[in-house]
Structures are given as C-alpha cells and as structure tokens.
C-alpha cells in the first residue's frame, strides 16, 4: 500500500524559513512526479511546486516563486520543500502528492494518484 509522509511543518515568523520532506516508501518513486498543495482554512486547495521524476523540471505557483524551492532524492523516496522568505499567507496545511507526469491535471492536483495527509505550516507575525 503506498503511503505518504509529510514532515516539517511547524510555527515559524514572518521571514523565516522551513523545509518541509515527504517521504514514500512503498511508491516505485523515480517514476513519478510530485507535487506540493497546500489549503488554508476556508480556502480551495492550490497548488504550490511540482517535480518531474528526474528532477529536471520544476513548476511553481507564482505566488512562491523565488521563495520556495522543491528538489527530489529518488534514492531516499523522499521530496522536499524548502520555504524561505515566509509570509503570514503562507499559513496552511501542506500536502505532498504523486502522479503520472507533469500535466494540468497533476498540476491541478485532480491528476495525483497519491496524497500525504499533511503538515501544517503557521506563519507568525
């Protein structure tokens, strides 16, 4: 059964910086791409960063771009997602997910076959 595990999350101020993992045992990993959402309260999931399995392309929302950095080590199923420069709209549940490729539907995260359960992350002023 394929599993995800997020970890990471935390409080942390305005400006500082966390690095969030998410590992996949059980998960034929270098195969898929993944994937980082993230939903606050009262709002939609939205997509933050994806990786493609290789590790060659990466996507970002605009909203964290130049902030955050996604990155892959495929001999450790793990994925990770470095969050500098946090703001307090950052705050949020953060999830990690797996899907086939690089596509709209991964990207909107209806085309992810498998999701963590999350980690919160709660930015402070």
């Known amino acids: 059964q394929v599993q995800l595990a997020e970890s990471g999350g935390g409080l942390v101020q305005a400006g500082g910086s966390l690095r969030l993992s998410c590992i996949a045992p059980g998960l034929t990993f270098s195969s898929y791409a993944m994937g980082w959402f993230r939903q606050a309260v009262g709002k939609e999931r939205e997509f933050v960063a994806a990786?493609?399995?290789?590790?060659?392309?990466?996507y970002y929302a605009d909203s964290v771009k130049g902030r955050f950095t996604i990155s892959r080590d495929n001999a450790k199923n793990t994925v990770y997602l470095q969050m500098d420069s946090l703001k307090l709209e950052d705050t949020a549940a953060y999830y990690c997910?797996?899907?086939?490729?690089?596509?709209?539907?991964?990207?909107?995260?209806?085309?992810?076959?498998?999701w963590g359960k999350g980690t919160l992350v709660t930015v402070s002023s």
């Open positions: 997910a797996a899907g086939p490729g690089i596509t709209k539907a991964t990207l909107s995260g209806a085309g992810m076959h498998y």
């Open positions: 990786i493609s399995w290789s590790g060659s392309s990466t």
